[in-house]
């Protein structure tokens, strides 16, 4: 493979996971004759629906499968060539030591517009906090965490019904997008990235809070409800415990929750319905947790 002079990398390594990976891999291993490095993929959270193994054996990519946090950690430090490592859907935390190697340059992709929103589960919080427009950032990976210059970022509204479910998906388009828009100037090593503008106090979300701690009161008004509800609702993927509440004196959990006009109202056993503010009503489903 002769390298084009136009690529400052010998190889290009890919980890993560789930649907951005896979186009960022399938993005990488396409342009690798163009530029002439070595693409590679390291799986560090195993994923029950993940296609990059699949990606890899078609296109004879080398994989390998690495949970160990320490084990990882030391493949990455042991590595001689000037290489890009591309994180993409990847909760691995990159020692301080590899970002002071020279030869190794690790660029992230965060859901969320950075500055703000830093840490884990971001469309959550947008939805929960009232957000009308939220977005994805690719930076520059330093030694703090979600810290690094940004390279591009990408905007999109989130609408009064959106769920977290829906606006990840939204989001892993734009990241897809987004980095092929910027991969050649990243692989040139000529991108214009801009630092962030770090407040000191600015919030580090993380993976084990929950909006609200995961309760609500009947009290509460049905729009704060509703939002909570959407902000943790990730469809099959269980991120969340479900969310809970006292009704009746009693605990019960929520099972499923939806916006209906009043004409479909019907009171049937182990539901509430609650009026929103523009005459819909809230539906809840739920069940006692107490007996």
Avoid at 116 to 122: I, S, T
Avoid at 271 to 285: E, F, Q, S, W
């Amino acid at each position: 493979m002769q390298k084009n002079h136009g690529s400052a990398f010998d190889r290009v390594i890919v980890i993560g996971y789930g649907k951005v990976t896979g186009e960022v891999l399938r993005f990488v291993c396409g342009r690798q004759e163009e530029y002439g490095y070595r693409t590679e993929f390291i799986e560090h959270e195993v994923h029950p629906f993940s296609v990059t193994e699949k990606i890899c054996s078609e296109n004879h990519i080398p994989f390998a499968r690495i949970t160990d946090k320490q084990e990882l950690a030391g493949i990455f430090l042991q590595i001689e060539e000037k290489t890009l490592i591309v994180s993409a859907s990847n909760n691995f935390i990159f020692p301080g030591a590899l970002m002071e190697k020279e030869n190794i340059t690790v660029i992230n992709f965060h859901n969320a517009l950075l500055p703000d929103y830093a840490g884990r589960n971001a469309p959550t919080w947008v939805i929960y906090n009232g957000e009308e427009e939220t977005g994805i950032t690719w930076h520059y990976v330093t030694g703090g965490v979600d810290e690094g210059d940004i390279i591009i970022q990408k905007h999109c509204g989130i609408g009064p019904d959106t769920k977290a479910y829906e606006l990840t998906e939204r989001l892993m388009d734009l990241a897809s997008e987004a980095f092929r828009e910027c991969f050649g100037d990243v692989i040139k090593e000529c991108a214009a990235a801009r630092p962030q503008s770090l407040d000191p106090a600015r919030r580090m979300f993380r993976s084990r809070e929950v909006p609200a701690g995961g309760v609500f009161a009947m009290t509460d008004t049905p729009e704060h409800i509703y939002r909570l509800l959407r902000s943790v609702d990730y469809g099959k993927n269980d991120i969340f415990p479900p969310i809970c509440t006292q009704i009746d004196g009693r605990k019960a959990e929520i099972l499923r929750y939806r916006r209906i006009s009043p004409d479909r109202r019907r009171d049937e056993e182990g539901t509430v319905c609650l009026p929103l503010a523009d005459g819909d009503l809230l539906k809840l489903k739920y069940r006692y947790t107490d007996q």
